[in-house]
């Protein structure tokens, strides 16, 4: 009888699997970034130093000024476009984009693999957001040239996850230190993919979340084979004094049956000057932004804060992990 | 006819002339097993199941027997996706012909269906579902997701 699909004991396929590194037709190598999964620490590591370098020199020259970058960005973004498009500008290359998905082909019912294709012929390296997951592992198998992940859906954005170890060791050490993460754990796919980062620097990972928006218990398992303590936490006053880096993620109204259970639940969430005294005096508190009302905005004034510079990071981080791909 | 346990030492279902004996099936998984190899009720073959018998090695298990199909290696290691310490044995002439245990593959190409409906495999775009196999269930190469129960029923 005839059985659907095949059944393999290695990668049938080249380009699949955790490797970040495919080939095109050529046979050049070719470095994607697409999931936090795929990334080791050197690699990491090497990132963080490279933006660390472009932020206190600045870049004299221009290395990418041959070089042409597509931004494909077919769901809304303002600051990861944005910053990529200044990454590009400040290495002296250039950036051509597709406005949205109406005006592109996608529209009229082209796959994202041809659409991939296509433009792979235009740009040197292709920068893709996309609604559905696992759309910019796609993109690499389709790509002759690299392809960094800017978010697929609920899925990866592992540029942003670089930024916010960048701005930690800014002043702080990775390794063994104290990371809470408070707000919806559930769907929040930045405070996944880094505790799933800090795992490799063994830190310890503390997290506070209402009922319902824990952190997924298949990740906590992860986390925790992988050697991370994970401690949960009723309440952010119980822990707050003991931490190095608080994380703090927006907790979306959608989650909510009505307002008034939101407004509950936000309120018991939000960071405060007065939940701040007493705190370790190093204590840095990042949040990948937009903000609600999670941060008292009387918070931006405190030393703790770094959230508008952890933003602003994104520029010298997207210069490094551009000039790892195409150089 | 020599190794034929008597009724009393609880013989369940006969022994078949020819066909295919699968054992040690996890308890509960051997309606699984004939869907995945494609036995239905209205397939022509004999198929004498047995659900939570008691096994020394496993505490319960389920053994299902078809007469006159001898399986194919790849409908075995199909079968070890849900039943990963099976033993199938090929019976010719009420002998055992050969034994056989199962070798999970390492990853599946199209075979199932990522239950994520966000997930880029489910678009529509050229490509089939990839999953890798791990010890705690089917590991989806584009999106994350893990299958850990019903993988049966996420068969394509």
Same mark, same amino acid.
């Given at each position: ?87 590009? @500008? #400040? /290495?002296?290359?250039?950036?051509? +984009? =597709?406005?949205? *998905?109406? !005006?592109?082909?996608? $529209? ?27 759309? @910019? #592992? /796609?993109?690499?198998?389709?790509? +002759? =040239?690299?392809? *960094?992940? !800017?978010?697929?859906? $609920? ?29 919806? /754990? ?10 799933? !980062? ?130 | ?156």
């Amino acid at each position: 009888m005839g059985y659907k699909g095949t059944l393999h004991r290695e990668h049938p396929i080249r380009s699949m699997g955790k490797s970040s590194l495919t080939r095109n037709q050529r046979g050049t190598r070719m470095k994607h970034i697409i999931s936090i999964r795929d990334l080791d620490r050197p690699f990491i590591d090497n990132i963080i130093n490279q933006a660390a370098r472009i932020a206190s020199h600045r870049v004299t020259s221009d290395p990418l000024n041959d070089k042409i970058l597509a931004l494909l960005f077919f769901e809304p973004s303002t600051r990861t476009r944005m910053s990529f498009e200044a990454a590009m @500008a #400040r /290495l002296g290359g250039t950036s051509v +984009s =597709v406005g949205s *998905i109406e !005006a592109s082909s996608m $529209a009229k019912g082209e796959t994202l693999a041809d659409t991939i294709r296509v433009v792979s012929g235009y740009a040197d390296a292709i920068v893709l957001r996309h609604p559905k997951e696992g759309a @910019a #592992r /796609l993109a690499s198998e389709f790509a +002759s =040239v690299p392809v *960094i992940n !800017a978010g697929d859906g $609920a899925g990866q954005h592992p540029s942003q996850t670089l930024l916010d170890l960048y701005t930690i060791k800014q002043s702080l050490p990775l390794d063994g230190i104290d990371v809470g993460l408070i707000g919806d /754990l559930r769907y929040g796919r930045t405070a996944h993919s880094l505790a799933y !980062a800090l795992s490799l620097y063994r830190s310890r990972i503390h997290v506070i979340s209402p009922a319902g928006l824990e952190l997924p218990q298949a990740l906590t398992g992860e986390l925790r084979e992988r050697g991370t303590e994970v401690i949960e936490h009723e309440d952010i006053g119980e822990v707050i004094r003991d931490l190095d880096v608080l994380y703090v993620t927006r907790i979306q109204r959608e989650r909510f049956p009505d307002s008034a259970s939101y407004f509950d639940v936000a309120s018991s969430y939000k960071i405060t000057p007065e939940l701040l005294t007493g705190v370790r005096p190093h204590l840095i508190v990042l949040h990948p932004l937009p903000r609600v009302d999670e941060i008292d905005p009387a918070v931006d004034e405190l030393p703790y804060a770094r959230y508008f510079e952890q933003s602003k990071n994104g520029v010298p981080v997207r210069m490094a992990m551009l000039r790892e791909v195409l150089q | 006819m020599t190794d034929h346990k008597r009724p009393s030492e609880g013989l369940l279902i006969s022994p078949i002339r020819s066909g295919t004996v699968i054992d040690h099936i996890t308890a509960g998984e051997a309606l699984n097993v004939l869907r995945i190899i494609g036995i239905t009720g209205t397939t022509a073959e004999s198929v004498s199941v047995a659900t939570n018998v008691s096994s020394g090695k496993m505490g319960r298990k389920d053994i299902v027997k078809i007469e006159n199909r001898e399986l194919i290696k790849e409908e075995m290691d199909r079968i070890s996706l849900i039943a990963p310490d099976v033993s199938i044995n090929i019976i010719r002439d009420f002998k055992v012909f050969s034994k056989n245990g199962v070798e999970r593959p390492k990853f599946l190409i199209g075979v199932v269906k990522c239950p994520n409906p966000g997930c880029i495999s489910n678009a529509n775009e050229p490509i089939e579902s990839r999953f890798e196999v791990l010890p705690n269930g089917l590991h989806c190469m584009y999106c994350d997701w893990l299958i850990t129960t019903d993988i049966t029923g996420h068969m394509i």
